[in-house]
T-cell receptor, first 114, second 114 residues
Framework: EAQVTQNPRYLITVTGKKLTVTCSQNMNHEYMSWYRQDPGLGLRQIYY???????DKGDVPEGYKVSRKEKRNFPLILESPSPNQTSLYFC?????????????FGPGTRLTVT | DQQVKQNSPSLSVQEGRISILNCDYT??????FLWYKKYPAEGPTFLIS?????DKNEDGRFTVFLNKSAKHLSLHIVPSQPGDSAVYFCAASFFHGGANNLFFGTGTRLTVIP
């Protein structure tokens, strides 16, 4: 089954404790992206990647890091989480060759930072 | 600054009637527009799209209309069904930063009343 998976689905952590949210897709997509969803703000892009070892900042990259060492994986790293990073996070992927616009989303990771 | 706006946070419609969801954008560079649908505890899923060279695109019960002069698009669902109850996100894109990144609106929660 074609899918984007994220782990964990739910996470409660404390300020300053480094964490990683994993994202993996099995569709051989070149493009991957991370978004956060907040009430009244919709989905905002954090980082994106056009292919292996190619990453770039989205609209709200502060406090986040990413890496793309393999085509299928695109982890989101919070080195020192703060309460304002409490949010619902989505990973997405798409095929640049077929349709760069139509992105497949993972199920989301709800992060709470206390 | 929100480049894609959905001014109605919620909409309720009787089953069988038409649902009309609206979206406005400010960036005249956008050349592709999409609607995504999101159920609780799931990621958004692609619903329908339209290129800026068209003014209408239809797919079954779903039709998207684009008015470029007004920078406005709308999604019509006819007839509405209870299973259509979800949050609908409008998104827009243009090629920049080496990618076709998506800019999302804040979402409209549609409730179809049986």
């Amino acid at each position: 089954e074609a899918q984007v998976t994220q782990n964990p689905r739910y996470l409660i952590t404390v300020t300053g404790k480094k964490l990683t949210v994993t994202c993996s897709q099995n569709m051989n997509h070149e493009y991957m992206s991370w978004y956060r969803q907040d009430p009244g703000l919709g989905l905002r892009q954090i980082y994106y990647s056009m292919n292996v070892e190619v990453t770039d900042k989205g609209d709200v990259p502060e406090g986040y890091k990413v890496s793309r060492k393999e085509k299928r994986n695109f982890p989101l790293i919070l080195e020192s989480p703060s309460p304002n990073q409490t949010s619902l996070y989505f990973c997405a992927s798409s095929s640049i060759r077929i349709s760069a616009y139509e992105q497949y989303f993972g199920p989301g990771t709800r992060l709470t930072v206390t | 600054d929100q480049q894609v706006k959905q001014n109605s946070p919620s909409l309720s419609v009787q089953e069988g009637r038409i649902s009309i969801l609206n979206c406005d954008y400010t960036n005249s560079m956008f050349d592709y527009f999409l609607w995504y649908k999101k159920y609780p505890a799931e990621g958004p899923t692609f619903l329908i799209s339209i290129s800026s060279i068209k003014d209408k695109n239809e797919d079954g019960r779903f039709t998207v209309f684009l008015n470029k002069s007004a920078k406005h698009l709308s999604l019509h669902i006819v007839p509405s069904q209870p299973g259509d109850s979800a949050v609908y996100f409008c998104a827009a894109s243009f090629f920049h930063g080496g990618a076709n990144n998506l800019f999302f609106g804040t979402g409209t929660r549609l409730t179809v009343i049986p």
